[in-house]
């Protein structure tokens, strides 16, 4: 077989800085982020001084939103493109001194908020104060719970993942103003966690009561305004002058270009015409050649949250059959997937390796090892010896690097007998027609990161969960992952989190999590302030600064 230095020949020649869509890298709890000038080293940003307030910013994004509905919507591309105008409960922090990737939160919309002794109610004080953009039909009016209500309301008719978030929650009720109470079906110490997910943003009663079109508009509290989008070629957005951060934001605005272009970013960014380009994901090699080019521009490299996958149909022959499933998971080898077509990465489990509660890289190493004559074994237990021929589905959507590492899986199947015959789709056709409806019998694709273990399991392994797009349905699952929900101390729920994982790796084997990559963000010098968060919400955007005002 090929090593993994001649198939990175083969598979990566010639290619050049590739930025990512629909799901995007980023890190997780306990691992970082850094400015630096070098791939390898972690750099501090040098000194610019105090923030100066002024200056749009100007970036690019590969692909566009298809809708900025974020209940209808779970593509990268629509949090995307309105994280920074609307506003949750609670938010994730970031900034200088704060860990890339924390679950640590903050109040956004609420400014405290208290549990039960058994974590079933959970009640938020609201923000006093907050007003709405000043666009029709709200016209800057009082942001109060009853915008609470009618966004859970909405979501709770519609199908989706942030549906599973709140499955539990029984009631909600808004005494005043500006408290509400969440009452849940079962105990939930995480639950200041899930209202800080996007997908649980906070809509005005307008938008869920359908007196403005959800899907081309957006209207929130957050801190930039939509002033235009026009689909597939640009968005721009104002600072919101009434925000509630107290001098925020720094920016006058910024604008996002619709690139689809990887080569077309890369000369806007030598030209000065980009300031940011986000969602990198290819060598050191191409990387160190753009910044070697370009005076001033630094590189941000984040450890990866986005993981890759194998997604296996369990309700399809041949992989309705956990050996088969199994021997997939030992042909391929992961570890020079990574060396040979990402600038780094870690072995995943189902649930990233950095999170609370999950199992490190090396025991995922050791659960599933690369180990072809095994997979060999598997297929003829199941009554595969001589192997067999299917299609896999991919998307060109995610960039060319995912379909060169679809192409790595093909050879790696084919080292052990299975005949994969590649068919690429458009994002929109393999997210909206083949994955999420689970018309694959096998698929290659990233999974947008989620925000902790519980999100996880929940959403992609519980058998109702919103998620579930590989047709798992084990009842002893099901109940392992609704039990871990409700242990309190952490040394004993990282312990059954783990056990789960284990359980889903050895005895469920779909899909299977092969690694998350590190990301890098390239950043003129101009660019000050820049501390993301995986949960690609854009909230710190408010934190963004330009040297001089952008003068």
Known sequence: MSTARSRARLLIAGVAVVATTSACFGGAAGQSGSDSTDPSADQPQEDAGDPVAGGVLQMATPSDARSLDPHREASYNTHAAIGSVYSRLTAFKTGEDVEYGTTEVEGDLAEDWEANEDSTEWTFHLREGVTFHDKAPVNGREFTSADVLCTIERIQTLPGHQLGLISEVTDIAAPDDYTVTFTLA???????????????????????????????EAIGTGAFVLDEWSRDRERTLSANPDYFVEDRPYLDGY??????????????????????????????????????QVDGLRLRQEGGSTQTRVYLNVNEEPFDDLNVRRAVAHAIDREGMIEGLRAGGSLSGPVTPSFEGALSSEEVAELTPYDPELAKELLAEAGYPDGFSLEMKVTDGYGETVVKEAQWVQQD?????????????????????SWAQQNYVIAYGLQTPMLSADEYLTAEYLSDGGRNWNGVNDPK???????????????ERDEKLQEIQRYIITEVSSPLSLYVYDGQTMISSDVQGYHPHPDYSSREYMNIWLVDGGE
């Open 186 to 216: 079962s105990p939930n110490v995480d639950f200041d966690r899930v209202v800080a997910n996007p997908f649980l943003v906070i809509l005005p009663c307008e938008g869920t009561n359908e007196e403005f079109n959800l899907d081309t």
């Open 255 to 292: 604008h996002v270009t619709i690139m689809p272009d990887a080569q077309s970013q890369t000369a806007a960014l030598r030209s000065g015409k980009l300031q940011l380009m986000t969602g990198l994901s290819t060598d050191a090699r191409a990387v160190d050649t753009l910044l070697s």
């Open 413 to 433: 199947l084919a080292e052990v007998g299975i005949d994969v015959e590649i068919k690429i789709e458009d994002y929109a056709t393999y997210y909206g027609d």
């Open 477 to 491: 699952l099901d109940e392992m992952i609704q039990e871990q929900r409700t242990i309190t101390d952490p040394v």
